[in-house]
Nanobody, 132 residues
Framework: QVQVVESGGGLVQAGGSLRLSCTAS????????MVWSRQPPGKEREGVSCVSWSGRSTLYADSVKGRFTISRDNTKNTLYLQMNSLKVEDTAMYYCAARRVRRSVTGSKYEDCTLATDSDYWGQGTQVTVSS
């Protein structure tokens, strides 16, 4: 049974930092692209950042570029999101998701990711609130 569990959310003042973590179990972690998404109050879910299966490729939404850093530790089945210079508009429920990596006809794994919000497995989310 696959489980995806986020942690690290909380209340922080604007300009502050938080580090989110996500641990996945029941799957082969490095067979999955990992994605952080968020859903602000009253708005649709949006992709924030993603990382390829190896960690070598990353992608960020324009709204967080230069402030957020995604990383993963495949030895610990764990995904991270370091969030710096937080803004009030970063307030949202943050979700971790796993999407199975695409493979070439030879079986090798593609080294890319996208911010699309369709994924195979999702966590329950962790709330991030940024106060002014």
């Amino acid at each position: 049974q696959v489980q995806v569990v986020e942690s690290g959310g909380g209340l922080v003042q604007a300009g502050g930092s938080l580090r989110l973590s996500c641990t996945a179990s029941g799957l082969t972690f490095d067979d999955y692209i990992m994605v952080w998404s968020r859903q602000p109050p009253g708005k649709e879910r949006e992709g924030v950042s993603c990382v390829s299966w190896s960690g070598r490729s990353t992608l960020y939404a324009d709204s967080v570029k230069g402030r957020f850093t995604i990383s993963r530790d495949n030895t610990k089945n764990t995904l991270y999101l370091q969030m710096n210079s937080l803004k009030v508009e970063d307030t949202a429920m943050y979700y971790c998701a796993a999407r199975r990596v695409r493979r070439s006809v030879t079986g090798s794994k593609y080294e890319d990711c996208t911010l699309a919000t369709d994924s195979d497995y999702w966590g329950q989310g962790t709330q991030v609130t940024v106060s002014s």
